[in-house]
């Protein structure tokens, strides 16, 4: 059984920082993408950032040069800072990721995490 577990949501000014991370725990063999996604009241879920386990990340234009993703393989976690925080950043965020657990990869997700944004 794998599980993501995410920690570091909560309520923020505009303008400031959080961090989230999220652990994959579990019987796990290897592990691809790790990413983060997001979804506002009302709107479909959408891409916040992306890391492989090469080092590779993308990033949604909105967050583009104010979040950063990364990864510790070791650990199969997986962070994103978030900084000049925006009211629109406000959303649920999920952790992904591309695990293994013995038998083929598999898409998982966390239970998600409030973020909001507001003075």
């Not at 239970?111 to 909001?116: A, L, S």
């Given at each position: 059984q794998v599980q993501l577990?995410?920690?570091g949501g909560g309520l923020v000014?505009?303008?400031?920082?959080l961090r989230l991370s999220c652990a994959a725990a579990g019987s796990i063999?290897?592990?691809r993408a790790m990413g983060w996604y997001r979804q506002a009241t009302g709107k479909p879920r959408e891409l916040v950032a992306v890391a492989t386990s090469g080092g590779s990340t993308k990033y949604s234009d909105s967050v583009k040069g104010r979040f950063t993703i990364s990864r510790d393989n070791a650990k199969n976690t997986v962070y994103l800072q978030m900084?000049?925080?925006k009211p629109e950043d406000t959303a649920v965020y999920y952790c992904n990721a591309d695990i293994d657990g013995g038998t083929y990869y598999q898409d998982y997700w966390g239970?998600?995490?409030?973020?909001?944004v507001s003075s």
């Open positions: 577990v995410e920690f000014q505009p303008g400031g920082s063999f290897s592990v900084n000049s925080l239970q998600g995490t409030q973020v909001t």
